[in-house]
């Protein structure tokens, strides 16, 4: 039996970095997976313009055309200042998206990372998924965004997966998506980085015995 998944995420390429070869194997195993991006990604830079725009637009159509994804809705929220709109319009935008596709397994962001785009994003799906028995919604997970989960506050809960996903037979896939995203990656050794990012899967994967993996915080599995 196939299961409808849901990625829910604050910008374009946090998909990939957090959970694009999960995404891929999702597919590959005949799932309906959506995507759903929250703002544009890029207009609370300095030198944002519409070419900016389109490129990080072009980027996600892309990245998400490797990972086999043809469901995506796209929101406009204030880049970098989600906490300035009311957690209901964030929290319904998402319930529009969960009336159409019917998800029985969400990804989203971890509650403490320290973009605060990530936090508000995990908090409206908390409260646009509430454990009702109407819901469709039987598994939620969180994952990690380098340069931002491990950046915030040690004083804070820190990110600790309990769910990993062998992503070794797709590792080449979300490199390739991950490179649709070139303007976002920066060089060696900030965090954000190729290198990186295979960094965290090695160790994801050694740490269970395989050779590379995405890691999940669990929110919610409900059996039966």
Same mark, same amino acid.
């Given at each position: 039996?196939?299961?409808?998944?849901?990625?829910?995420?604050?910008?374009?390429?946090?998909?990939?970095?957090? +959970? #694009? #070869?999960?995404?891929?194997?999702?597919?590959?195993? #005949?799932?309906?997976?959506?995507?759903?991006?929250?703002?544009?990604?890029?207009?609370?830079?300095?030198?944002?313009?519409?070419?900016?725009?389109?490129?990080?637009?072009?980027?996600?159509?892309?990245?998400?055309?490797?990972?086999?994804?043809?469901?995506?809705?796209?929101?406009?929220?204030?880049?970098?200042?989600?906490?300035?709109?009311?957690?209901?319009?964030?929290?319904?935008?998402?319930?529009?998206?969960?009336?159409?596709?019917?998800?029985?397994?969400?990804?989203?962001?971890?509650?403490?990372?320290?973009?605060?785009?990530?936090?508000?994003?995990?908090?409206?799906?908390?409260?646009? +998924?509430?454990?009702?028995?109407?819901?469709?919604?039987?598994?939620i997970y969180?994952?990690?965004?380098?340069?931002?989960?491990?950046?915030?506050?040690?004083?804070?809960?820190?990110?600790?997966?309990?769910?990993?996903?062998?992503?070794?037979?797709?590792?080449?896939?979300?490199?390739?998506?991950?490179?649709?995203?070139?303007?976002?990656?920066?060089?060696?050794?900030?965090?954000?980085?190729?290198?990186?990012?295979?960094?965290?899967?090695?160790?994801?994967?050694?740490?269970?015995g395989v050779?590379?993996?995405?890691?999940?915080?669990?929110?919610?599995?409900?059996?039966?």
């Amino acid at each position: 039996m196939s299961n409808s998944v849901l990625v829910v995420v604050a910008h374009a390429d946090d998909e990939v970095l957090g +959970c #694009g #070869g999960t995404i891929a194997r999702h597919v590959k195993h #005949g799932d309906l997976v959506t995507v759903v991006f929250m703002t544009d990604g890029v207009s609370s830079r300095l030198n944002s313009n519409a070419e900016l725009g389109d490129i990080r637009n072009n980027a996600a159509n892309n990245a998400l055309s490797i990972l086999g994804v043809e469901n995506v809705h796209s929101y406009a929220f204030p880049d970098n200042k989600m906490d300035s709109v009311p957690l209901l319009e964030v929290a319904q935008a998402i319930e529009k998206v969960l009336n159409v596709c019917n998800p029985n397994i969400i990804y989203t962001h971890f509650s403490h990372d320290l973009n605060v785009d990530h936090r508000v994003t995990h908090q409206a799906v908390l409260t646009a +998924c509430r454990p009702q028995h109407w819901s469709s919604v039987k598994e939620i997970y969180t994952f990690e965004v380098l340069s931002s989960t491990e950046w915030n506050s040690k004083s804070l809960i820190q990110f600790t997966p309990q769910k990993i996903v062998n992503i070794t037979g797709f590792w080449d896939k979300k490199l390739m998506a991950l490179k649709c995203y070139s303007n976002e990656m920066r060089d060696f050794p900030h965090s954000r980085s190729y290198e990186c990012v295979e960094a965290l899967a090695i160790l994801r994967g050694a740490t269970y015995g395989v050779n590379k993996a995405e890691a999940f915080q669990i929110e919610r599995i409900i059996s039966g």
